[in-house]
């Protein structure tokens, strides 16, 4: 069931016996902003710290562990041209208590959260505010140890070609410092007042009463954006290079990859299956000729970002043999385009996507984000049944043919320093 709480602002009713739990997540949508994106993420941080009814982290949790033990989650994310915070909140379903009001009451302490912040005279509660900057400064930090999510925001910065896509989801440390708590409150009535929001309830719960619990929120109209929601590379024919020295013992190269790959359009289907043989699992090409066959690669594998047609190769080796990899990473495209793969190990692909998609449909979480995905690309949610109909019929001229458009656009290799 859907419905229209406000214009911009969707009520998504999800009844299922699956769970012994409800899941509520609110997804609050707008075009992505490279101004905008560092704010986004420290809203998100702290609404699941306090609030004004909540005023500490410890009055927070306790008031999460009278609903026996609700789980609250915030978290930012990047589809195609939009940027997306997601508040979820998992509680017991009443069905499986004496109490009978527990729904009602995790609805009130999301209504709570939202639209009483810990803010006051327009700006952020002065020491909560300082405190969740220093907390994400350290993240940011820890980021540059973790030497595998550094290169792979390199890669992005040096792969797209606008601001907004080289900036990751949760935003960059540069920009903490104009920040302030009334800019911040600011960006947060934004959110709250001008963002589409998607509300999505899922568990063994009647319609009509979650319909009754939202309708009281505060939601204003708000403007609906109908632009495309897939990123597109410009065309280009020059491939971009760069190699940085750390000190680290372990090499990691990156590749980024332009596709005509875009979630559930024509060639979706093809390109999974054209992912899982090139590097997306254990028997994939890569997998086994740079790893295991000639034992270049710590680790390797490849993934597609189905809202931007980009594919990533990330990898761990020895950075002496940096060129090698490369070579046998573009001969093995080369050899899905020219068809060199059998008949099994199309279907233990095929087979294993299957599997990973039946399995998501027992995950709450993955339930509610495949429902959202459809409704950013404005079509009818499709059937896992069918998903996979689709992923079987894949051809093997069809993989030929979608390797064929793939394009290296983008090289990072982050290497030791000299002796």
């Known amino acids: 069931m859907q419905i229209n709480l406000a214009k911009g602002v969707k009520l998504h009713v999800m009844p299922t016996e699956k769970f012994k739990t409800v899941t509520i997540t609110i997804k609050f949508k707008e075009i992505l902003d490279a101004g905008h994106m560092t704010k986004r993420t420290l809203i998100s941080n702290l609404i699941n710290t306090n609030s004004q009814h909540y005023p500490t982290q410890t009055d927070f949790r306790n008031a999460l562990s009278e609903l026996y033990g609700a789980r609250l989650s915030t978290s930012v994310s990047k589809k195609g041209k939009y940027h997306i915070i997601s508040v979820s909140m998992s509680i017991v379903n009443e069905k499986y208590l004496r109490e009978k009001d527990i729904l009602e009451k995790a609805i009130a302490f999301l209504e709570n959260i939202l639209y009483y912040p810990n803010a006051y005279h327009e700006a952020f509660h002065s020491e909560t505010f300082k405190r969740e900057i220093n907390n ?12 595998q999510d550094y290169s792979a925001i390199a890669l992005n910065e040096l792969y797209f070609d606008t601001e907004e896509q080289k900036i990751p989801s949760f935003g960059r440390e540069e920009d903490l410092d104009a920040i302030t708590p009334e800019n911040l409150y600011k960006a947060y009535k934004k959110m709250l007042y001008k963002n589409e929001i998607d509300i999505f309830v899922l568990g063994d ?26 990123y597109k590379l410009k065309k280009a024919t020059d491939i971009k290079r760069k190699t940085e020295k750390q000190d680290l013992t372990q090499a990691r190269y990156n590749l980024a990859f332009n596709t005509n790959i875009f979630y559930h359009q024509s060639n979706y289907y093809v390109g999974q299956v054209f992912n899982g043989l090139f590097g997306g699992y254990p028997h994939s090409k890569l997998f086994m000729n740079v790893r295991e066959k000639e034992s270049l690669a710590y680790t390797i594998s490849s993934g597609i970002d189905t809202f931007t047609g980009s594919m990533f190769v990330y990898s761990g080796i020895d950075q002496k043999e940096a060129s090698h990899v490369r070579k046998i990473v573009l001969r093995e495209l080369d050899a899905l385009i020219q068809g060199d793969f059998n008949d099994d190990v199309m279907k233990q692909t095929k087979e294993l996507l299957k599997n990973s998609l039946y399995h998501s449909a027992d995950n709450a979480n993955s339930m509610i984000e495949r429902a959202y995905a459809s409704m950013i690309i404005r079509e009818p949610q499709m059937r896992i049944e069918e998903w996979a109909e689709r992923i079987e019929g894949v051809t093997k001229a ?19 320093k000299e002796e």
């Open 205 to 230: 719960v009647i319609e009509e009463n979650i319909f009754n619990k939202f309708k009281r929120f505060k939601f204003a109209d708000r403007e609906i954006n109908t632009q495309n929601p897939f």
């Open 398 to 416: 069809e993989v030929m043919n979608a390797a064929k458009e793939v394009q290296l656009r983008a090289e990072f290799l982050l290497i030791g």
């Open 136 to 147: 994400l400064r350290d993240e940011y930090e820890a980021i540059y140890d973790d030497k």
